[in-house]
């Protein structure tokens, strides 16, 4: 069974910043691509950033620049560093890996069960 589980969520001021951890642990062959994604009231879940095995990385434009997404492939963990936070920020952040179990298994995506981050202005 694969758990990924977030941390690091909160409420800050405008201007500050936070950095988000997420751990993906369990049976574990290989992870593709590692990802946050976020989900503010009323709106739809949307791709923040995310990372592949190899370091490659894509952002949404409303993110590039103030946030940095990296992982650890020895410890199975993505970060998000959130700078220049901004209440339109405020969502719950939630950790995704598109990995396989088994050498010979496709594919699978997981999710985390979520982190609040609440931005005051």
């Known amino acids: 069974q694969v758990q990924l589980v977030e941390s690091g969520g909160g409420l800050v001021q405008a201007g500050g910043s936070l950095r988000l951890s997420c751990a993906a642990s369990g049976r574990i062959f290989s992870i593709n691509v590692m990802g946050w994604y976020r989900q503010a009231p009323g709106k739809q879940r949307e791709l923040v950033a995310d990372?592949?095995?190899?370091?490659?990385?894509k952002y949404a434009d409303s993110v590039k620049g103030r946030f940095t997404i990296s992982r650890d492939n020895a410890k199975n963990t993505v970060y998000l560093q959130i700078n220049s936070l901004k209440p339109e920020d405020t969502a719950v952040y939630y950790c995704n890996a598109a990995l396989r179990e088994d050498s010979t298994w496709a594919v699978l995506r997981y999710w985390g069960q979520g982190t609040q981050v609440t931005v005051s202005s």
């Open positions: 990372i592949t095995e190899g370091g490659s990385t």
